[in-house]
């Protein structure tokens, strides 16, 4: 059945989740903030800034109207940096007429409330009864693949069954398979951490550091991911799925990853400050290095790549001094360190 489907984000994966909407028939409403950029949509059906070279379906209309958008709507598909949710949830919350279902596709967690998305989105939606259901998308997918049709398979999770399977319903085809997870904590978890990670991995590259040492951190970090994971109420298995090891595999090895890009050059003796002004765009592994490292901190969990990384970011140790020390730390025994035992 054709849904009305409103995307708010218009960047890189907001936009290549429009397509693949629009491609299962939906009608897609893309919300941007900036005019030239939702004009270029519907009169050209591209989106250069965000995606170069890409035709999009003219089913997908261009809006920065929000409550225009959300007119007569069946289902929200929210795409925008963590820091930015609260203030995109509280906009869009006056024009819902009717509860509809929310599908997030960020990944973060908030510093200082140590919250998942979902659960900001769910304490800003309140006692209103705007939103439906609350669901999370997330696994290893790169915007530039999925716009490209390529074979993509990602996770839905959620606490409410029917709205994981009516989320699956919406996006799944044969280029972009959808599992359901019921695990929708450790789904959350495994997608923020992986880009805490990904930095880390690029910062190696940048230090001249090759595979031997991405192996190893990326292993390693895993376990990290999975104890904070647990501790928070994740199940084990979920790290070892699409928004665990899936996603932390193509985060942390492919230029496409803003994080490890950013990552490469903190290595290469960039300062924060630099790195975020050459990309130009939101790193998300930055803010959730800072909350993860919190988080650790209060609950006792063992993340030396993390906590290596925020030296870096938010104490200036030079990236080679901090692998040193990382490298030099007391003997352990592999199996037992997994969760901390």
Known sequence: MKKNVAVIGAGSWGSALGIVLADNGH?????????????ELN??????????GIDFPTSIKGYTDLGEALQDIDAIVLVVPSKAMRETVKSLLPHLTQAVPLIHASK???PTTHMRV?????????????????????????????????????TVASADESA?????????????????????????IGGALKNIIALVCGVTNGLGYGDNTKAA?????????????????????????????????????????????AG?????????????EQMGMVVEGIRTTQ???????????????????????????????????????????????????
């Open 27 to 39: 009608d897609v409403r893309l919300v941007g903030r900036r005019e030239e950029q939702m004009e």
């Open 43 to 52: 009169q050209y059906h591209t989106n250069k800034s965000y995606l170069p």
């Open 108 to 110: 973060g967690i908030e």
């Open 118 to 154: 979902s659960e900001v989105i769910s304490e800003e939606v309140g006692t209103t009864g705007r939103i439906s259901s609350i669901t999370v998308l997330s696994g290893p997918s790169h915007a530039e693949e999925v716009a490209l049709r390529q074979p993509t398979t990602v």
């Open 164 to 188: 994981a399977n009516e989320a699956q319903y919406l996006f799944m085809n044969q280029k972009f398979r959808v599992y359901t997870n019921p695990d929708l904590i450790g789904v959350e």
């Open 217 to 261: 951190i990326m292993t390693r970090g895993l376990a990290e991911i999975a104890r904070l994971g647990v501790q928070m109420g994740a199940q084990p298995l979920t790290f070892s799925g699409l928004s665990g090891l899936g996603d932390l595999i193509v985060t942390c090895t492919s230029v496409h990853s803003r994080n490890w890009r």
């Open 264 to 276: 490469r050059m903190l290595g290469e003796g960039k300062s924060m400050e630099e790195v975020l």
């Open 291 to 341: 909350a993860a490292y919190e988080l650790a901190s209060v609950n006792d969990i063992d993340m030396p790549i993390t906590t290596a990384l925020y030296s870096v970011l938010f104490e200036q140790v030079n990236p080679h001094q901090a692998t040193i020390e990382l490298m030099g730390r007391v003997k352990k025994n592999e199996v037992e360190s997994l969760f901390n035992l």
